[in-house]
């Protein structure tokens, strides 16, 4: 690919999703690319950029970010993070908000949905008392394709294997024409968004909980420390974030203290 071409990628995903590639290899660029550049009938990668640069329309943009950022996600991954919510953080909020009755949890950057539709079954599962709360998962992430696979909800085989117990799918999922369509009493219990966490966030209410896990790995460090000071100002004082095993504040942010909790890094806001 040509070394402007690369340069070009790499300033719009660090505008549009605060992922960079610099230092990756060109046929990784390239790879990922090809079979985009085959859909819209072009010869290459490069042509595909070009066009892009020519005509940069919304619908384009989409499909380049999409092809280019990382949709790695799975039902219940990281099983020491649910035990840690299981067992620890979501008793200690329920008690905590037992007035209020209202819970309000964000997962960012969650792809195609696994991770809120996870801790919504989980709360049906550990806390039916929850039934009659006012309860709010927000689902969102960067590619709009991913979002609408979401809202659907419908997972084929092998995503479902991956992460959900037999138990689980059989209790909430119906097999229909090849795939796994989530049952509409734990698909109402999500709202979804298309959200770039480094461009302006949208005016939203405190969260008792972030989910922001596996996403900050791949940003660059100026959009990391930008993400977690957003994500500081929209956690409660007495909130949580979760992020992913190889992720820390660390370096990026003041404003965190890590605990571990059964295993599990949490954070906690910092007292002023």
Known sequence: ML??????????????????????????LVSRLSSLAKQKQLDSADALVKRLRASPSPALLDSVIEALTTHETS????????????????????????AQRHLSIWSAGCST?????????????????LG??????WGT???APSVERAREARYGDLEIKRGLSIA???????????????????????????????????????FDIILMRNVLIYFSPEARAQALARAAAQLTADGYLLLGTSETTFGASSEFMPNIVQG???YRKVAK
């Open 3 to 28: 070394a402007e071409n690369e340069a070009f990628l790499d300033d719009l995903l660090v505008k549009h999703a605060g992922v960079s590639f610099r230092g990756e290899q060109s046929q990784v």
């Open 75 to 98: 039902f219940f991954r990281d099983a020491v993070a649910y035990r840690a919510l299981s067992d620890v953080l979501l008793p200690a909020l329920i008690k905590r908000r037992a």
């Open 113 to 129: 949905g696994q991770e809120p539709y996870s801790v919504a079954m989980l709360l049906r599962e550990r806390f039916p008392e």
């Open 132 to 137: 009659s709360w006012r309860v709010r998962i």
């Open 141 to 143: 992430d960067v590619s």
């Open 168 to 206: 689980a799918r059989n209790k909430y999922f119906t097999e229909a024409a090849g795939a796994y369509e989530l049952s509409e009493g734990v698909k109402q219990m999500v709202s979804w968004d298309v959200m770039s966490l480094t461009a302006p966030w949208p005016p939203m209410p405190p």
């Open 264 to 266: 599990a890094t949490v």
